[in-house]
């Protein structure tokens, strides 16, 4: 049956997964670092996929496509296994802190507090960040800089 259907640009998609996590039927996933559209009959051509595109990969044809099927998007997603709460990443978490290290040692052990240490994947209302002082960072300089855990963020 002809009918309206998605259409991923793969040049423009840029694989952050917002597609996937938008289509509610389950026809969209990330392959390859791409997305990819990878049940057509899970497309019910609704397009909540488009509008949380941010290269515009996503437009609207109308083509040759299987039928919509509500009833075998909807028995997948039932099938499909959840994490109680939500993506691992998102899960805020306090580590204990291990006894300190004598001064001399390099580079000893961890200071973190919490991860993930990625601001964008920190909760804002995780409880560690009540009244806690908060130290930014290039992206890499935590792990390049050998006294970095020691010089900026011990005792803090």
Known sequence: MIRKIIKIDEEKCVG????????QEGAIAIVDGKAKLVREDYCDGLGNCLPVCPTGAIAFEEREAPAFDEEAANAQKAQECSVPQGCPGKVAKTLRRQPAPSADAEPGPSEL?????QIKLAPVNAPYFEGANLLIAADCTAYAYAGFHRKFMKNR
């Open 16 to 23: 952050c997964g917002l597609c996937a996590n938008a289509c």
């Open 113 to 117: 507090m919490q991860w993930p240490v």
